[in-house]
């Protein structure tokens, strides 16, 4: 029965993720100004904008190595190092015959990702918030895979609900 003692613990059996716990929820939302110094979680000024943060849709094109598990993993940890990200989880699934999907969750959002390595294509996704630079995990991709065809589009989550004047 030691498996018992993991689901009372909110971990799930089948995919070990933890349950999310709602009953110190408050029915109304904690209110807090996104400008506020004390927030770890800053929205981003840039360029006369305001943001929650910068999500880049990156597409590897004939990259190497993008059914290697490990190296996916390795990957992840290399582009939160160098963009100044903090690590919080990985979790990843190798699919059979071939491809691995998976995820970093970071203290800033999250990296992920799906590969099809019969043709030598990942689909990553770099979402940060804050300090945190995703631009910089482009290079680390290229590295990873050993390719110089990434492709990158970049939207900035939330651009437009704050502006500079409410900021000021």
């Not at 999310?20 to 006369?48: L, M, N, Y």
């Not at 290399?78 to 998976?102: N, R, W, Y």
């Amino acid at each position: 029965m030691k498996d018992a003692n993991l689901f009372q613990l909110g971990i799930g059996l089948e995919t070990g993720a933890h349950a999310e716990d709602t009953r110190s929820q408050s029915a109304a939302p904690v209110t807090r100004d996104v400008f506020d110094d004390t927030r770890d979680d800053h929205f981003i000024r840039r360029d006369g904008r305001v943001f929650a943060g910068t999500h880049l849709i990156i597409e590897v094109v004939n990259g190497h190595g993008l059914d290697d598990e490990a190296r996916i993993q390795q990957a992840f940890r290399d582009c939160v190092d160098e963009c100044g990200a903090t690590l919080l989880h990985i979790h990843t699934h190798k699919f059979s015959p071939q491809g691995v999907s998976g995820v970093a969750v970071l203290a800033e959002s999250h990296i992920s990702v799906h590969t099809w390595p019969e043709i030598g294509y990942g689909a990553f996704d770099v979402f940060m918030c804050g300090d945190a630079q995703p631009w910089r995990a482009v290079d680390v991709l290229k590295r990873a895979f050993a390719t110089q065809d990434v492709r990158v589009k970049e939207l900035l989550r939330g651009d437009g609900l704050i502006t500079e004047t409410q900021a000021a």
